[in-house]
């Protein structure tokens, strides 16, 4: 069903726009995207639809699709974002250069988190047995070995601390039941494994000393002055953060030092309370401005991504940019209608911005939170909160 605009016209869906828009000839373009043609420059313009037309042949259709608009061609597909104004003419574009193929099967995200955590239990439980049915001494410091790097990989590389503590304490548990077995393995024989053992001393020692230098990884790109923490009142995890393999953004240069920050609940330990946006303990977080600066960029009325599904539209979503004249401080995902400052305004550190909310490249209600100096990502600090920001810590504030 579509809409009628202030005339009383029938406004055009966005699919019908872009559309309309990619298969006219490009004298049309004024008229059917003024906006994106000013924004965008018209030789951009004609290489990206130049480039879409080459990646799926003819166009016979744009459709609305769980992924977002999709742009179906003769030879291929490909995924879009587009928006109109009241009067139905484009007003924002992207398109996706990359194939698109719908996936066949998606898990639910709470299916995701009992997933993760029946695999997490089934290899400790696994590790567990073995250091109960060791059959010497030496096999079990090999076994005892490998259910403490286990634990090593679980508490720094999962997210322990966003489990409700009951589910949490339970797991940690079966450490101290992995301890007590050396109890057992006492009255038996010492055996002749002690070089296994030793090898997986050395392995475990590796997987130790792996996760301290990836929680304590800098760049050795600093702020030029100390940030404000944007977030009060709060428990708040670091999701992202720190060196490889903690952090998901380690591989793209203005971002390698980024963070996303979700909320704990201080009574449950959990970040969520059941389904839906609302249940997320972050989710309309007041968000304030970091440092003192002009906002170079800020978005406002994207909507929020549904938890665990993610539409092709920008990256960042609703977002403030600030320029402190030294760098380039982004806070993106902010819930719609929230922004509260625009493109031009001088803000001040602790002035309230916006909240966080779920919208841009995103799966669940979120802040993310890096600086850039000429396109590389800097080391975040701040002067209120100190040490290393990695994955796994809570953050008091």
Known sequence: MRDLNRHGATAASPADALHRFLTADPGEWERLAPRVVRKVGRERLEAIVTATRERTGAITAVEDGPDGLVIRGENGQLLAWA???????????????????????RVPPGAQTLLSLAIWA??????????????????????????????VVFEGYGEPATMRRPVRWTLRAGALAAVASGWRAAHTPFGHSLPSAGVAAVVCAGVIWTLVRRRRHRWGTPLSAPLLFPLKGGTWFVGQGGGKGLNHHFAISEQRGALDIVAVEPAHGSRRSGSGLESYVIYGAKLYAPCDGTVVSAADGLPDQEPGRIRFGPLYGNHVFID??????????????????????????????????????????????????????????????????????????
């Open 83 to 105: 928006v109109t104004g009241d009067d139905g003419v484009l007003t924002g574009l992207l398109i996706d250069g990359d194939p698109y193929s719908p996936t066949a099967f």
């Open 324 to 397: 402190t004249g030294h760098e380039i401080v982004k806070m993106a995902h902010l819930r719609p209608g929230s922004v509260a400052v625009s493109t031009g305004q001088t803000v001040r550190a602790g002035q309230l911005v916006g909240e966080v909310g779920n919208s841009g490249n995103t799966t669940e209600p979120h802040l993310h939170l890096h600086a850039e100096r000429d396109g590389v990502g800097l080391d975040l600090s701040f002067e209120d909160v100190g040490g290393f920001f990695h994955r796994g810590r809570l953050i008091r504030h």
């Open 122 to 151: 089934a290899l400790l439980a696994w590790g567990l047995g073995m250091c109960w049915t060791a059959g010497s001494g030496s096999s079990w410091l090999t076994d005892l070995a490998g259910v403490v790097a286990g634990y």
